[in-house]
């Protein structure tokens, strides 16, 4: 609804004319972001505690950023509980099992998060697009997707769906820079340049998804990602607003003092071999090439 002074529905022309929004700046950013993730570590710290089971899904766009945000959201996280899930393309023995069989097994137990980089919403999307499935095998996966989570709900999962949202320019945009970018081309997979050409078959793909797995126990929450910092604040403060949690963070730690080391004595260093400090200044790289420092 636009307010008294019609700004709000001069913002919504403007953002329909393609006007980019500020992007949010960096210092501002990492200032939030460590914020963040001292309250994600409390949130593991209590779900241990607890024994709460965790379940984050992270779906969307090519590029969208959902493997920046898992990353931002896991850095501070103890690995033992907090697991990340991202599945292959299925195997032989695989293909002949219950769609949601394999993974089933990546649930968690309790004290445990899990977060799936991709999802049984792969048939969904990826699969009815590019015709991995049968028309046959994806309706079945529509009628059962929302009764499968249903079940998890009731068994006690806390369970959140992300959709990363991205425009159709600034893919692309992200597109170039990983193929251009040594660092990033990895991240330029053959199935990422399929999907590329099928923006509007993705499209639609996604809208009938949403419109049979949309439910109550497990509503989609989307995430609009073109500025990946805005995003990634977005989505990290939603999971902290959505799973009730108290501030379970144990104390300092007083250490005693250290035993002494009675009459042991460390090897002189020439009896291994340790890389000199300066190492890096002179080593013959990959290339061929040697370092030099800058």
């Keep these: 609804m636009a307010g008294k002074d019609g700004k709000a529905g001069k913002g919504a022309k403007e953002q329909a004319e393609g006007e980019a929004r500020p992007r949010l700046k960096r210092a501002a950013y990492e200032e939030r972001l460590a914020e963040l993730q001292l309250e994600l570590v409390k949130l593991q710290y209590w779900v241990k505690q607890e024994g709460l089971k965790v379940v984050l899904i992270f779906e969307g766009r090519d590029a969208a950023g959902k493997g920046g945000t898992i990353k931002r959201l896991t850095e501070p996280l103890n690995p033992r509980g907090a697991t990340v899930v991202a599945l292959p393309a299925p195997s032989d023995r695989e293909r002949t099992e219950w769609y949601f069989q394999r993974y089933v097994e990546h649930l968690p137990a309790a004290g445990e998060i899990v977060i799936f ?16 499935c049968t028309e046959e095998e994806y309706r079945e996966w529509l009628r059962a997707c929302p009764e499968f989570e249903r079940m998890l709900v009731r068994s006690g999962i806390i369970l959140l769906k992300y959709w990363f949202s991205v425009s ?41 998804m949403f419109s049979w797995t949309d439910i109550p126990e497990a509503p989609w929450y989307t995430i609009e990602a073109d500025d990946k910092r805005t995003a990634r604040l977005n989505c990290i403060t939603h999971i902290l607003d959505r799973i009730q949690y108290q501030d379970a963070l144990p104390g300092p730690i007083d250490l005693p003092a250290r035993p002494a080391q009675a009459d042991y004595q460390r090897p002189p260093k020439d009896q291994h071999r340790v890389l000199d400090q300066r190492f890096w200044e002179q080593a013959v790289v990959g290339d061929g090439t040697t370092t030099s420092a800058s």
Aim: proline share 4%.
């Design 117 to 132: 980089d991709r999802s049984w919403y792969n048939r969904g999307g990826v699969e009815r697009v590019l015709g991995f």
């Design 168 to 208: 159709d320019a600034e893919q692309e945009q992200r597109f170039q820079d990983r193929a251009h970018d040594p660092l990033k081309r990895w991240k330029l997979s053959p199935m990422d340049l399929k999907s590329r050409e099928k923006w509007v078959e993705f499209s639609k793909a996604k809208d009938e």
